[in-house]
C-alpha cells in the first residue's frame, strides 16, 4: 500500500522537524533561569545538568575573577555545579591613648605619634607615618540541597578579635548560580544499541549506534529521547541500512521494570516498521 508508507514516512518527518525544531530552538534560546533573592543571598537556578562561563557570567560580579575559576574547571575536565562568589564590606573604628614624644635633638625637637590596638598599628614622625593593619576573617559557607531538591547555599563572614571573638561582617552579598538538578539537555556520545525490528514483510534484528539523546545525563536510563539513529537492519529475507528518525525511552514510563528500553519507527528506502531496542 504505497500511500500508507508514504504516510507514515510523512508522519516520521514531520516529528522529526518538531523535534530538531525543539532543539534548535532550546539552544538558541538557552536555559531556563529562575532567581531567587533571600536575605542576602541571590541564588540563580539554571537548567543545566552543569553550568558553564556563558550561563554564569551575566549573574556576578568579578566576571574575570569567576570566568578565570570556570576555564581551570574546565581544563581540569571538572563539572560544576555550583558556583558561589560573595563580596563583603568592613567598616570599622577603634580609639586609644595617643602617645606624644618630643624626641630632643642637636637642632630641633622631632614630634613622634603612635597608636596601637589589635587592628592597628600606627606611627607617625614629623610629616611622615607608617601603619600596619592586621586582620584574620573566616567564611563559612554551606551548600546542599533544599526540601523541594532545589541547590541552596548560605555564606556567613566573620573577622576574628583578639580574643577569638567573632564579629560578623556586614553589607555581604553572595550570588549562587546553580546547576538545576535534573534538568534535561543535549547529550551527544557513541552508545550501541541493538534490538528487534518487525516491517509488514518481515521481522529483523536491528543493530544502531545511538549518538545524541536528550535527557537528564549521559546514563542511557536518565535518556528521554534520541533521534536520527542509523541502523543496520538484518531481516529474514534482506539486509540493509535505515534510520530510527525518533527513540522514546520507555524506561521513564512509571509502574514497569524496565530502565532502558527505546521504541522507534523505522524507517529505510525500502520499507517502514516498528523497532524496540536496548543500549549496550
Request: net charge positive; aromatic share 10%; proline share 5%.
Amino acid at each position: 500500500m504505497p500511500w500508507l508508507y508514504k504516510g507514515v514516512i510523512g508522519a516520521c518527518l514531520l516529528a522529526l522537524l518538531v523535534v530538531a525544531g525543539f532543539g534548535v530552538y532550546s539552544w538558541f534560546k538557552g536555559p531556563k533561569v529562575e532567581i531567587v533573592v533571600k536575605d542576602n543571598v541571590k541564588t540563580v537556578y539554571v537548567d543545566r545538568p552543569v553550568i558553564t562561563t556563558k550561563e554564569v557570567i551575566k549573574y556576578v560580579t568579578d566576571r574575570a575573577e569567576v570566568e578565570k575559576v570556570l576555564m581551570e574547571n574546565a581544563y581540569l575536565q571538572n563539572q560544576v555545579v555550583t558556583l558561589n562568589e560573595t563580596i563583603a564590606q568592613l567598616k570599622t573604628s577603634g580609639s586609644g591613648k595617643v602617645i606624644y614624644r618630643d624626641v630632643p635633638g642637636p637642632t630641633k625637637v622631632v614630634h613622634e605619634t603612635e597608636f596601637k590596638d589589635w587592628r592597628l598599628h600606627f606611627l607617625a614622625q614629623d610629616e611622615s607615618a607608617t601603619y600596619t593593619l592586621t586582620q584574620s576573617f573566616e567564611a563559612i559557607a554551606t551548600a546542599g540541597r533544599d526540601k523541594e531538591g532545589k541547590p541552596f547555599s548560605s555564606v556567613k563572614l566573620f573577622e576574628i578579635g583578639p580574643a577569638g571573638e567573632r564579629f560578623p561582617m556586614t553589607n555581604t552579598q553572595t550570588t549562587v548560580v546553580a546547576a538545576t538538578p535534573g534538568g534535561k539537555g543535549w547529550f551527544p556520545g557513541v552508545n550501541i544499541q541493538a534490538g528487534a525490528g518487525i516491517t509488514t514483510d518481515q521481522g529483523a534484528v536491528v543493530v544502531g549506534v545511538r549518538w545524541l539523546t536528550r535527557g537528564y545525563s549521559k546514563a542511557a536510563e536518565d535518556g528521554v529521547y534520541s533521534i536520527l539513529t542509523p541502523v543496520a537492519f538484518i531481516g529474514s529475507k534482506d539486509k540493509e541500512v535505515g534510520i530510527l528518525p525518533i527513540s522514546l525511552n520507555l524506561g521513564r514510563l512509571p509502574h514497569q521494570p524496565f530502565k532502558d528500553l527505546w521504541l522507534s519507527p523505522y524507517v529505510s528506502s525500502k520499507r517502514v516498521g516498528v523497532a524496540i531496542l536496548a543500549t549496550f
